[in-house]
């Protein structure tokens, strides 16, 4: 097992921690966190683009002008997409990106990615990130006890007042241990986890 310190607000530990090996000592795939990595992303998007085709578009379907004597191109309706203002030809419509990784796949990436941020010694375990009010100054002050900029906190429980501290603050990231995910992990530079946070790992991953 890994020891890590556990640290207060301002920096300082306190006390040390067992991190499991089966969880936090993984051997890293790049090829699987980045097939879950690209299934988040294609979860996200909204697949909301859409075109108007020939029959959507408001034009009057009279013939523009006489089949023959004119000289020009035989033509149909205004709506024909080889005029401006026409149709589109093969066009985005409504449809869902989303695809899905065995269950298997995306525990071991999430343990991937964890082990990952232990190796570069870029984890940190925090005692308790419970904050008395919704003020960015105070998040901003546990930043520079700690020394980090670019971090994902992951707590126990859903602390309010730390969301709502954090989301001013660019590349900072507050998130309940059940929002844990492979792609929030890679993302950020640093990864704090409050001790409570820990056992939460444990359950989903244990």
């Not at 006489?66 to 409504?94: C, E, M, N, W, Y």
């Not at 409050?194 to 359950?203: I, L, R, T």
Request: proline share 4%; hydrophobic share 40%; net charge positive.
């Amino acid at each position: 097992m890994a020891l890590v310190s556990v640290l207060n607000k301002i920096g300082e530990p306190i006390t040390e921690i067992d991190l499991r090996d089966d969880i936090f000592a993984v051997e890293i795939n790049p090829g699987v966190l980045h097939e879950v990595v690209v299934m988040q992303l294609a979860r996200r998007r909204s697949g909301t683009a859409c075109v108007k085709n020939r029959s959507d578009v408001s034009y009057s379907g009279v013939k523009m002008y006489r089949q023959k004597g004119t000289g020009r191109a035989r033509r149909g309706d205004r709506k024909s997409p080889l005029l401006k203002g026409g149709g589109v030809i093969f066009g985005p419509h409504p449809r869902s990106y989303d695809y899905s990784v065995p269950k298997k796949v995306r525990r071991l990436a999430l343990k991937m990615a964890l082990s990952s941020k232990l190796a570069e010694n870029t984890l940190k375990v925090l005692d308790d990130l419970a904050l008395e009010r919704k003020k960015t100054k105070d998040m901003a002050q546990i930043l520079d006890a700690l020394g980090l900029k670019k971090v994902l906190f992951i707590t126990g429980d859903h602390i309010e007042n730390a969301v709502f501290s954090a989301r001013n603050i660019p590349g900072v990231k507050v998130l309940p241990v059940a929002g844990l995910n492979v792609y929030d992990i890679l993302k950020h530079d640093h990864l704090v986890l409050e001790s409570a946070a820990v056992e939460g790992v444990y359950g989903r991953l244990g």
